[in-house]
């Protein structure tokens, strides 16, 4: 995933492309699979919403997706316990796979096996399993029941997914890792070392996916792989069963130790390596627009790194939308919010940079005449499925807590005449209600209407838990501040103020 990666700062959302002037423009893509990230750990999309956005995804250059569907898969028997909600029936799995084929995107199904298991493991009836009691990041690799969980997951989402080439079974940020009491009574044992029980942990869960699923490679993130030693690598066996991903979201990640990195892989004996990258959800936990231009850079990093390995070492890249940075945090920019980033991305691959024709490309598939963060305040926004949603998320994000700020914080007849002293004693002069009132009863209503349409666009996308979850973080603590300071202002106006006291 990104937690470590640097947040960056949430106004950074402009796109600017002077610096891809001398990047090399090429008529093919380095990266042979191009993957959209789907992760459903957050505001799942509707099948509906997929059905649409699907054909934009392959007319801008991707042919697969990789499907993290945490606790939206239907998972039966003993682990239904593990389903949200609103999770997908299996009817609607069949029906994003036959979509996908219809558009042909190649998918790749992921699940969680090691770490990020928050989904899992929070329930009481698992939490047995975690490696650290208080924690439910990571499983016990010792238990003989964590591996019997985690293969029964992969049955089922593999029964869902039959013919998949590949499967992407996790193991990234592995925190707490060696400090569980089993962890801790092993690694006391010569010569054992944390390094040995990740990939004895790997080891049996890929061997699991070979026995069972013969035909299908599994994937791995690469983070828990970085700092092990080629030798010890080597001497797994490990390589001859999976594929690393190899991810940074960064947008100066540093091209010459990704590709030692890879070649260290490539000496290790892993036989094909993938790339990740990230188009949203890298840049900060609550971040609701954007940074095109942050994600645009790393793109055209990840150009220059497969231009520096020989060629037949990448298989493809996954542009990663990261929905929420675990199960537990905040929501961070919904799809359709990121969908004229991933158009920026995805064309940056294809075409080698990003030049006037290129961009020009970008802005004729979304159906808009600007890439700018300002200019998707509008009509402007463009004609792509969720472009609505684009539209109103950014004058919210843009202007609704600052314009209360200013109200609140900054008008002098607020500050001056009715301050949190005074709100609290239900004192004003009567002739500030006639300056104040007006001015928030006005604001409340533009905003009211405005929240009213983007609550209605989101129902249409996304289901009423994620609606609700998105409004309570983003919009209704700035229109309670309205609300609440309408209430004092009529409080106080009704107040009979003691003669000659002051406030």
Request: contains cysteine; hydrophobic residues 40%.
């Amino acid at each position: 995933m990104c937690l470590m990666q640097e947040e960056v700062p949430r106004q950074e959302v402009f796109l600017s492309h002077d610096f891809t002037k001398n990047s090399m423009m090429s008529g093919s893509s380095p990266f042979k699979m191009r993957l959209v990230h789907l992760d459903l750990k957050g505001a799942p999309p509707r099948v509906c919403y997929l059905s649409e956005i699907f054909p934009l995804f392959r007319a801008l250059g991707a042919n697969g997706l990789l499907i993290e569907y945490e606790d939206m898969f239907p998972y039966e028997g003993h682990l239904r316990l593990l389903r949200a909600k609103h999770a997908y029936s299996p009817s609607e799995i069949k029906e994003i796979l036959h979509l996908a084929t219809l558009n042909e995107l190649e998918v790749i199904p992921l699940v969680q096996t090691f770490g990020h298991m928050e989904f899992v493991l929070k329930h009481e009836a698992l939490a047995h399993l975690r490696e650290v009691a208080l924690f439910p990041n990571t499983l016990n690799p010792h238990k003989a029941e964590s591996l019997a969980l985690v293969g029964a997951m992969i049955d089922q989402v593999m029964a869902l997914h039959p013919g998949a080439r590949w499967l992407h079974i996790g193991c990234d940020e592995v925190y707490y890792l060696g400090e569980g009491e089993d962890s801790r009574q092993w690694l006391q044992q010569e010569p054992n070392t944390r390094a040995e029980l990740c990939l004895s942990y790997m080891e049996a869960v890929a061997s699991h996916v070979q026995a069972q699923h013969p035909t299908t490679t599994p994937l791995v993130w690469d983070d828990m792989l970085r700092d092990i030693p080629e030798d010890q690598l080597s001497a797994s066996r490990v390589p001859q069963l999976v594929e690393p991903v190899l991810w940074d979201y960064g947008a100066d990640l540093d091209v010459h130790s990704k590709a030692l990195l890879m070649e260290k892989y490539r000496k290790s004996g892993f036989s094909w390596l993938w790339a990740a990258s990230a188009f949203k959800g890298a840049t900060g936990a609550s971040q609701a627009l954007t940074p095109i231009e942050h994600h645009l850079r790393n793109h055209v990093q990840w150009l220059q790194v497969a231009g520096s390995v020989p060629a037949d070492t990448l298989q493809g890249i996954v542009l990663t939308g990261w929905q929420r940075y675990d199960h537990f945090s905040v929501l961070c920019e919904l799809l359709p919010v990121g969908i004229p980033s991933l158009a920026v991305c995805l064309q940056v691959l294809l075409h080698g940079g990003f030049a006037e024709n290129v961009k020009a490309r970008v802005e004729n598939f979304l159906g808009t005449s600007s890439l700018e963060a300002t200019d998707f305040r509008s009509e402007r926004a463009g004609s792509f499925p969720g472009s609505d949603i684009l539209n109103l998320i950014t004058q919210v994000s843009l202007h609704l807590c600052s314009s209360v700020d200013a109200l609140l914080e900054r008008d002098r007849y607020v500050t001056g005449w009715f301050s949190p002293y005074h709100r609290r004693r239900k004192f004003i002069h009567p002739v500030m209600i006639q300056h104040i009132q007006p001015q928030a009863l006005s604001l409340l209503a533009r905003w009211s209407v405005l929240v009213g349409e983007l609550e209605a666009a989101l129902q249409r996308v996304f289901y009423p838990d994620a609606v609700e979850e998105w409004l309570e973080e983003n919009v209704r603590p700035s229109l309670r501040r309205l609300q609440a300071l309408l209430q004092d202002l009529g409080e106080a106006a009704g107040a009979r103020p003691d003669s000659g006291q002051d406030p």
